[in-house]
């Protein structure tokens, strides 16, 4: 008896320890699935904006920003926008007060956690 339950245990401990190895392994595009999918729809947004109206939208500008599909809480917008020159911007999702958040940044056309 004494012995199954240390196998038992063991194989917990291997399962549960293989399951965090792989999550943590896994793509961000995979681990973040719906942020990068509704991040990826936002991004086209912006950059057909840009092409448009040849800017990016400005910081702050709520009524601009709900148009192009970002979600609008009482002071921020989901993702939070960033415009940081005439040219690029930064799309960060933020969930809780701290990090690591994930991030898109328009210069590297490229999603990381920081």
Same mark, same amino acid.
Not at 62 to 81: G, I, Q, R, S, V
Not at 102 to 107: M, P, V
């Given at each position: 008896?004494?012995?199954?339950?240390?196998?038992?245990? $063991?194989?917990?401990?291997?399962?549960?320890?293989?399951?965090?190895?792989?999550? $943590?392994?896994?793509?961000?595009? $995979?681990?973040?699935?719906?942020?990068?999918?509704?991040?990826?729809?936002?991004?086209?947004?912006?950059?057909?904006?840009?092409?448009?109206?040849?800017?990016?939208?400005?910081?702050? &500008?709520?009524?601009?920003?709900?148009?192009?599909?970002?979600?609008?809480?009482?002071?921020?917008?989901?993702?939070?926008?960033?415009? $940081?020159?005439?040219? &690029?911007?930064?799309?960060?999702?933020?969930?809780?007060? &701290?990090?690591?958040?994930?991030?898109?940044?328009?210069?590297?056309? &490229?999603?990381?956690?920081?």
């Amino acid at each position: 008896m004494k012995n199954k339950f240390l196998k038992i245990t $063991i194989l917990s401990f291997v399962f549960v320890s293989l399951s965090i190895l792989v999550w $943590i392994n896994l793509p961000l595009s $995979i681990r973040n699935y719906s942020e990068t999918n509704f991040g990826k729809k936002i991004v086209e947004n912006i950059e057909k904006y840009k092409i448009s109206n040849s800017k990016l939208p400005n910081n702050g &500008d709520w009524e601009t920003l709900k148009n192009l599909d970002f979600e609008m809480t009482e002071l921020a917008t989901n993702p939070e926008y960033q415009k $940081i020159n005439e040219k &690029d911007f930064k799309l960060i999702f933020i969930k809780g007060f &701290d990090g690591p958040y994930l991030t898109y940044n328009s210069k590297t056309k &490229d999603w990381t956690i920081k």
